[in-house]
């Protein structure tokens, strides 16, 4: 390796970039608007996981007793009396796996409804005039363990007398297939920024491979190696990929850290990932990208040119 | 040092051969001088020596090489060890003398000390060293083609090919041009001239090569130029 032609290579590629640089700020934008993209899919994707995988830890299964007016098989005998419900619970303590049982009357619960989410008052005293209580008794059923908690929900969802069962895993399921979709949809939306990107990179590099025609055509007589030739054009590319993936991480870093403070304060039970534990990973993977978009770009612009 | 074996060339799109089997042989230390009306086939033959072109068919062999059949990543290797120079001189006007010779050298990444112990020596050559520092744009045009005469030696090259060196110089800077490439064939180095400048070729008595329509049609010993213009 040639430290000097290194040095000169990227003399030369500041040169070229200081000489048109409407081209060379356009083109490190386009990095830095792709690659923001990516990074907020990325974490918006990371996050999303990250809460279904807390919830999937959740060892909560909630059993809800038919009320009369239900009309599936398991209710058709209507509302269970106490005696069957207490008979219920007493089956829900022998089934494997569950650690303790709880009765929750459905006057309770609403009780409970109405501290946790007071903003729908105006609804809670609609049901209050007219006497009524939309909601079931329910037995809250703790697993020993996350992985038993299915076994246990789908054993519970048999039983007569019982209308519903709810666990942690409904809300995974479709907190998973929603990641699935985004990730899906930023993956699309990715792709057509990065070969824009490319597109405008190798642009702006044609434009300074242009300029050095001249210069390039003599390297060729004098017996320059392509890669000789090529080398302070993929050195701009890197360097136009480089600014602009950090433009684009020192934005993310900056937002997301707005986005978490938030969330502390004001949704705490919200779980997210903290800055520092997925800031650095994803400045190093994205200023990565950066430098291979780069490098791409030129070379996409030189194959034309260094045809012998 | 140059052999051609019934060489014929094609551009894409043409519907006349540009060379037409050829069939030619310059020795090691030969000094040749290629004459022939405008678009006789002279530039695509020098082309086809230092591998801008590729022969259509036949074998162009220089140094013992079969350069028709050089992979492309080796051509540069063919190139540095020749040195060509053309009627508009090619240098990158904005550069200084010094800087446009060492080009060649840096290029191929050869050390520094190199440089400066060769460039020197190959503008000594061609008397421009006391010019050095002056960028190309402020020269004559003498001067500028005496610039890629040094660029062109200043790896003591085997061969040197020259495109009509003189085209655009006026009758003494043309003399001191050939002068300069005599010597460098005195050297040790073979040269091709290809040339319009009837009187230097009557008056150096080289050998002389006509082409006329791809085909060679003369080739002498001590020869002249042999056209009226």
């Known amino acids: ?308 | 040092m140059i052999q051609f074996v019934n060489v014929t060339k094609i551009y894409p799109n043409a519907h006349v051969p540009s060379l037409n089997g050829i069939n030619l042989h310059i020795g090691r230390g030969e000094f040749v001088f290629l004459v022939g009306p405008s678009g006789a086939g002279k530039s695509t033959l020098m082309k086809l020596l230092y591998r801008e072109e590729v022969a259509t068919s036949g074998k162009v062999i220089v140094d013992g090489k079969d350069i028709g059949r050089l992979r492309p990543s080796m051509v540069p290797y063919l190139r540095r060890n020749l040195g060509v120079i053309f009627q508009d001189f090619k240098l990158l006007p904005e550069r200084t003398v010094f800087d446009n010779v060492a080009f060649a050298l840096e290029v191929t990444d050869v050390p520094r000390r190199e440089i400066l112990r060769r460039v020197p020596a190959a503008l000594e050559l061609v008397g421009l060293r006391h010019k050095a520092r002056s960028k190309c744009l402020e020269l004559s045009g003498g001067e500028q083609q005496r610039v890629a005469v040094a660029r062109a030696i200043v790896r003591n090259p085997v061969l040197v090919i020259a495109d009509e060196p003189t085209g655009n110089l006026d009758p003494e800077n043309s003399w001191a041009i050939m002068k300069l490439l005599s010597d460098i064939n005195q050297m040790g180095a073979t040269v091709v001239v290809a040339t319009h400048a009837r009187t230097i070729v009557d008056q150096m008595k080289k050998r002389v090569i006509a082409i006329e329509k791809g085909v060679v049609v003369r080739d002498e010993e001590r020869g002249t130029y042999g056209y009226e213009h």
């Open chain 1, 1 to 308: 390796m040639n430290i000097r032609a290194w040095v000169s290579a990227i003399r030369d590629s500041l040169q070229s970039m200081t000489r048109s640089p409407i081209m060379s700020l356009a083109s490190m934008a386009t990095v830095a608007v792709s690659l923001l993209v990516l990074a907020v899919i990325s974490l918006l994707a990371v996050n999303l996981e990250y809460m279904a995988a807390t919830a999937e830890d959740q060892v909560e299964v909630r059993v809800y007793f038919c009320v009369n007016d239900e009309t599936t098989e398991a209710c058709q005998d209507g509302e269970p009396t106490q005696a069957q419900k207490r008979a219920l619970l007493d089956a829900a303590k022998q089934v494997p796996g569950v650690e303790s049982v709880t009765f929750v009357s459905k006057e309770v619960a609403w009780q409970q409804m109405k501290q946790q989410h007071p903003e729908y008052e105006d609804i809670y005293r609609g049901f209050e005039e007219d006497g009524m209580n939309p909601l079931h008794d329910s037995l809250v059923i703790e697993a020993a363990d996350p992985d038993q908690v299915k076994s246990i929900a789908e054993q519970m969802a048999q039983m007569k007398g019982v209308s519903e069962v709810n666990y942690g895993q409904d809300f995974v399921d479709n907190l998973l297939a929603f990641t699935k979709a985004v990730r899906l949809g930023g993956i699309a939306l990715v792709v057509m920024l990065v070969i824009a990107t490319v597109l405008t990179l190798s642009n702006t590099i044609r434009l300074s491979v242009y300029a050095r025609r001249r210069e390039i055509a003599i390297m060729k007589l004098v017996g320059a190696t392509n890669w000789y030739i090529r080398r302070p054009f993929v050195v701009e590319g890197v360097l136009l990929g480089a600014f602009g993936a950090l433009f684009s991480m020192a934005l993310t870093s900056w937002g997301y850290t707005q986005v978490v403070k938030y969330v502390y304060v004001n949704v705490p039970f919200l779980p997210i990932i903290s800055p520092q534990d997925i800031l650095w990973d994803l400045t190093g993977g994205l200023t990565l990208l950066g430098v291979l978009l780069g490098a791409v770009g030129s070379a996409v612009s030189m194959r034309r040119f260094l045809k012998v």
